[in-house]
């Protein structure tokens, strides 16, 4: 039996799937970042945000606390971009970035190292970060002198870190409690991206689902999984009960199995949140769906550079953007309720 959904829906459903109702849990930031599979971290106030928007009454030191105990780490991640995430997540998170090994793409190599020079970062990496935290100063010389190649060290001071993103992906890199300098985990091994795919896709349906298995790759790394194995990952889920297909409007799109109960009842969500600037809730499905964007207002969501605005979320959907200086609203939405909101601001 196919379960039959509308968008309307499913959005309410999200809303409270990612705890905008917030809920006694959301008040552990963890609890808050392990729901919403990750949370963006390119500009740590904005992570900060995206919990505390999730929170009846947020602690302005948790996430901070949260990543000194360990509870929480910061490396690059989903879509090559810095994130929260809690440690096992991470790793099946990170084992399946690796699985693209995108970092072999002749376009990647071209433009910046070849596969060679990249065994020798990982390798040089691996080494010198075991068991030390390093500024990124202090990492680069010492890779660039384990393998003696002064040719990385351009590539290595790089802002965007792209060359350190395949040895992050690896398990092989995270920064440390500071949330600057960098270190080695303590993890081990990476799951096989078969086993890893049994944590990250049921993590990623349970808050931004139902959803196809090519929105899922375009959330994870912009498409570039390898097709029979993305195929494969989701064929398993399926034949092992652990996914179901659901009809949303006409489209077939994959839900969590444990989520067909409260698919089929959803509560409406009136609610208006103040999201921050790269909140999950428009980077779960994409800044491109025009069920939680309209086509014509992406552009003041998706900004130059890959800034993502603040928003205001009404009913399930994007109705407009805010700063401190006012909002550029869409649809309609009670003043009342976006006053609450401010009021709510730090």
């Given at each position: 039996m196919t379960f039959v959904l509308t968008w309307d829906d499913v959005l309410h459903w999200r809303c409270y799937q990612q705890w905008l109702h917030r809920p006694a849990e959301a008040e552990d930031p963890v609890a808050v970042v392990t729901r919403l599979a990750g949370v963006q971290a390119q500009v740590a106030s904005c992570a900060e945000q995206a919990v505390a928007a999730r929170q009846d009454q947020p602690d302005?030191?948790?996430?901070?606390?949260?990543?000194?105990r360990g509870d929480l780490i910061k490396t690059w991640a989903a879509r090559g971009t810095l994130h929260l995430l809690p440690p096992d997540l991470a790793k099946a998170q990170l084992a399946l970035l690796a699985a693209a090994r995108t970092w072999e793409k002749g376009a990647w190599q071209r433009t910046f190292v070849t596969t060679a020079q990249m065994d020798r970062i990982t390798e040089a990496a691996a080494e010198v970060l075991d068991g030390r935290v390093l500024t990124r100063e202090e990492l680069t010389a010492a890779i660039v002198e384990h393998a003696k190649d002064p040719t990385l060290e351009d590539h290595l001071k790089s802002g965007w870190g792209t060359v350190l993103k395949p040895v992050a992906w690896q398990g092989l890199l995270v920064y440390g409690t500071d949330g600057v300098a960098f270190t080695r985990p303590t993890w081990g091994d990476l799951p096989e991206p078969a086993t890893a795919a049994r944590t990250v896709i049921p993590a990623y349906l349970g808050a931004y689902g139902p959803a196809s298995a090519a929105t899922f790759d375009q959330w994870l790394i912009r498409g570039q999984s390898r097709k029979a194995a993305l195929r494969q990952w989701f064929a398993e889920l399926l034949e092992d009960g652990v996914l179901a297909e659901v009809d949303v409007a006409g489209e077939r799109l994959y839900a969590r199995t444990?989520?067909?109960?409260?698919?089929?009842?959803?509560?409406?969500?009136?609610?208006?949140?103040?999201?921050p600037a790269f909140d999950q809730f428009v980077l779960g499905p994409g800044t491109a769906d025009t069920r939680v964007i309209p086509k014509e207002r992406r552009p003041q969501v998706s900004r130059a550079a890959g800034w993502i605005s603040p928003v205001v979320v009404h009913e399930g959907r994007v109705a407009g953007v805010w700063d401190e200086a006012g909002e550029t609203l869409w649809a309609k939405v009670p003043a009342k309720a976006i006053k609450a909101e401010r009021a709510r601001l730090p």
């Open positions: 302005p030191g948790a996430v901070k606390q949260a990543l000194v444990e989520d067909l109960r409260t698919l089929q009842r959803p509560q409406s969500f009136p609610g208006v949140r103040l999201l």
